[in-house]
């Protein structure tokens, strides 16, 4: 046997730790550590976050904040070096919607600001507006009604037009109220857990149990279905809300934000400016406390003047795309995501300043350390994405195709990574593919494992499902997609869509990490030999209302 001399172990020891070998993935260490160090030692990440939500916050889909983020985005990629960043235009539906100004405050019996905020696409007051608010509850169901595909139905469409009928001279000249103030009593539980519990995650990400079967979601029922006549859902007796309450000469309608702590997210679904009041969410202290002045015999008056505007130019949107190119395999694509768009009650921080930063600095990085990739490297930054993935759905249809009406590019996309988890760091992958494709992202994410603090794994899915992330769209169309789950830190419980989503609730130490991960996964997946494995054709999952088929067997894998 020959030992190494202490010369030869030092010529050795280089070459084993710049490529080492997991499971079946020879992983580039020697370039994940100079990711890590220009992650740490240059990092450009929390100045791209200040841009995106300090300068250009909120983005919501349409605004001219949206607009000149956008912009900004292409013309930082282009300075970091990326090739031919542009924005890829498509059309939204509706007009762009912002709100410019807003106050409002009760007037009698007490006098006091009130904490609201202005409900999406709604219009303006056109000046002051003043009056005494009223409280309606609308019926939850009509006598003997149930439920239809588990869901709770209102009353029929006969006795909600009577319910409308009756109540209407009780709103004309008026604020008002729907709905009775969700009671939030203090908690005096322990506060959720802001990091995941590793054991936990280990047991969540063991490759050896198999991958949940398919979800497909039905296919909903069109026109005037049995459902209906049985009650209405919620969507149809809002409908009927929003046409009702200016036809009856209502002023302005006020919704409980129905969060603790003076949380509020006014966000959901669209009111059309032709159709709807002026709307405001208000904290749920302060709507619970006006009715509790109501119900004491109280005629309380508000005053409110908002400012909101739209924009025509804002119909046509644009997503942020750009690249670098790759050497022989360049005609093959890994692709990398967030969302740019946010909703309009904070700033956007962490949903999704920090997601769409993340993205740019792994781009950088990569640039920056002059590694050429075999692979493209493309990288993608969504509009829409908080109306219901409109940006990266569009793009998909454009580019890809979908696996039973393929385009020309369907088959060179390697595999798409999104971000949109918030600020805490990454700690497993969810992959959109059969089992071995996990085990390649698995393999290639392991010396992030730092002892179970940071990722622990990654598991297969076969959900064919939009909704949810950007991930969505490349399910829906079939395409390999790959996801996270990541710490929550107060994400849920404080800044997800909420008036608290601004910088400061943004954690630097885990986004950097998140950087390193996502960086030397797309640097990974863009020197492999091979593509990541795919569904073959009897494997793939149905679209969505289409009827799982069974799964193959004989190949052990999903």
């Not at 450009?44 to 300068?55: I, S, W």
């Not at 904290?283 to 119900?295: F, K």
């Not at 002059?370 to 829409?384: D, E, F, M, N, S």
């Not at 219901?388 to 249809?397: D, E, P, R, T």
């Amino acid at each position: 046997m020959c030992v190494p001399t202490n010369v030869t172990k030092r010529l050795i020891l280089p070459l084993v730790l710049a490529c080492a070998v997991v499971g079946e993935e020879r992983i580039d260490q020697e370039t994940n550590a100079k990711i890590r160090s220009e992650a740490t030692g240059r990092s450009q990440l929390m100045r791209t976050v200040h841009v995106l939500a300090d300068r250009y916050g909120p983005r919501l889909t349409g605004s001219p904040n949206y607009a000149d983020a956008a912009n900004w985005v292409a013309s930082q990629l282009t300075r970091w070096g990326l090739n031919n960043a542009h924005l890829e235009p498509f059309d939204m539906g509706y007009v762009g919607w912002t709100n410019e100004r807003a106050y409002g405050y009760l007037t009698a019996p007490v006098q006091q600001n009130l904490v609201f905020q202005t409900l999406a696409w709604t219009p303006s007051t056109n000046g002051t507006v003043s009056g005494s608010i009223v409280q309606l509850v609308v019926p939850e169901k009509s006598p003997g009604q149930g439920s239809a595909n588990g869901r709770a139905l209102g009353p029929t469409r006969e006795d909600m037009t009577r319910w409308l009928d009756e109540n209407a001279p009780r709103v004309k000249g008026k604020i008002v109220m729907i709905g009775r103030a969700r009671e939030i009593p203090v908690d005096l539980r322990p506060p959720p857990a802001k990091r995941l519990d590793a054991a936990r995650l280990r047991e969540q990400y063991d490759p050896k149990p198999s991958p949940a079967p398919q979800t497909v979601r039905p296919i909903p029922p069109q026109g005037v279905a049995g459902a209906e006549r049985d009650g209405l859902t919620p969507s149809q007796a809002a409908d009927m809300l929003d046409a009702w309450l200016p036809s009856s000469g209502a002023l302005l309608l006020l919704r409980d934000a129905a969060r603790p702590h003076g949380q509020i997210g006014a966000f959901g679904r669209f009111a059309g400016s032709s159709v709807a009041i002026p709307t405001v969410v208000l904290r749920n202290e302060d709507y619970g406390r006006i009715e509790r002045l109501l119900a004491d015999g109280e005629d309380v008056h508000a005053e409110f003047n908002i400012a909101n505007r739209t924009y025509t130019v804002g119909h046509t949107v644009n997503n942020v795309v750009a690249e670098i190119p790759g050497r022989d395999k360049a005609d093959e694509v890994v692709m990398v995501g967030a969302h740019l768009d946010s909703w309009h009650s904070a700033t956007g921080a962490t949903d999704n300043a920090i997601g769409s930063a993340i993205v740019m600095e792994a781009a950088r990085i990569i640039n920056a350390l002059g590694l050429k990739p075999r692979r493209t490297i493309r990288v993608a930054l969504w509009a829409g994405e908080e109306q219901g993935l409109l940006g990266s759905n569009a793009y998909v249809k454009r580019h890809f195709g979908t696996f039973e009406q393929p385009a020309a590019e369907f088959f060179k996309l390697d595999c798409y990574f999104n971000v949109d988890t918030g600020t805490g760091r990454l700690r497993g992958a969810r992959v959109f593919g059969p089992r071995d494709a996990a085990d390649v992202i698995r393999d290639a994410l392991a010396p992030f494992d730092e002892g179970g603090a940071g990722i622990v794994g990654a598991v297969a899915g076969r959900d064919r499902i939009a909704g949810g992330a950007d991930t969505g769209s490349f399910r829906v169309a079939g395409l390999p997609a790959i996801g996270w789950d990541a710490d929550p830190i107060e994400y849920q419980s404080h800044t997800w869509h909420t008036n608290l989503d601004t910088y400061e609730r943004i954690l630097p130490e885990d986004a950097v990490k998140t950087v390193t991960v996502i960086a030397a996964a797309i640097w990974h997946m863009s020197n492999r030999d091979q593509m990541l494995p795919r569904f073959s054709k009897e494997q793939m999952p149905q679209p969505p209302g289409v009827p799982a088929r069974a799964t193959p067997t004989g190949t052990g894998k999903d």
